[in-house]
């Protein structure tokens, strides 16, 4: 795989792009996870998905992480498909991480991509709806809606 900025470029056009499939995904997460939590947490719009994603990749080190991460989870697809799974589950959780970005958002986005995983369905190669439920955890992650993000009741002045 040789990645240049077109690739890059085409990625992350491509991920933007996904919106009309990854928004609902993460709006499922984020009703699924207010249930568990007994907790009414906001939906993600499309711009807001766009948004995260722009910032994502507005960062050059980032960007080329998440482009290369992603072309290669969108077209894996192996054979009887059980031995891939630690792959797409690497790089799932990675996707997920960097589109949510420090800690603890991090750690959260990673254990998200894989309650997110157990949903998300689509057809085509293995690989594509481990990336649809990383792009869902990590967003959703990321974007205001959730209570406990909008204190800090811990920080030190």
Known sequence: MQVTRAVVEREYEWTRARAATVVPVANEVRRRLGDVF???VGDVTVNQYEAAIDEAYADGDRAVNLATMTALLRDLDVEEDYPGFVVDEILGREIA???AGEQPLRML???TFHFADVHTHVDGPAGLDDL???LAAGVQTRLPGWDWTETDPFSVR
């Open 109 to 111: 986005a990673e254990a």
């Open 97 to 99: 991480a960097m589109i």
């Open 132 to 134: 649809d439920a990383a």
């Open 38 to 40: 007994d907790v009414d």
